[in-house]
């Protein structure tokens, strides 16, 4: 089993910024991509940005120029950089990852908890 826990959300002003944690951890071969996505009450959930084992990036185009994405390298880590804040960020934030377990495995998606972002005044 592979586990995601993330951390790093709270309240902030419009403007300001947040740095959000994942970290994988369990049994893991190699992991395809890791992303984030967001979700506010009644509405699907929708990609924020990913980050592919090749460093590939990609980004929703409400964020793009305003969050970054990263991997710490050598560790099942990534990082999402929030930045210019505005209140339709706020959302729950969910850590992905596409993960292949053992060298036989094809791969399976496992998710974080959630950590609420609030943006507000």
């Known amino acids: 089993q592979v586990q995601l826990v993330e951390s790093g959300g709270g309240l902030v002003q419009p403007g300001g910024s947040l740095r959000l944690s994942c970290a994988a951890s369990?049994?893991?071969?190699?992991?395809?991509?890791m992303g984030w996505y967001r979700q506010v009450p009644g509405k699907e959930r929708e990609l924020v940005a990913s980050?592919?084992?090749?460093?590939?990036?990609n980004y929703a185009d409400s964020v793009q120029g305003r969050f970054t994405i990263s991997r710490e390298k050598g560790k099942n880590t990534v990082h999402l950089q929030m930045n210019s804040l505005k209140d339709e960020d706020t959302a729950i934030y969910y850590c992905?990852?596409?993960?292949?377990?053992?060298?036989?495995?094809?791969?399976?998606?496992?998710w974080g908890q959630g950590t609420q972002v609030t943006v507000s005044s």
């Open positions: 980050i592919t084992s090749a460093g590939t990036t």
């Open positions: 992905e990852a596409a993960v292949r377990e053992t060298y036989r495995s094809s791969g399976n998606d496992y």
């Open positions: 369990g049994i893991i071969f190699s992991i395809y991509h």
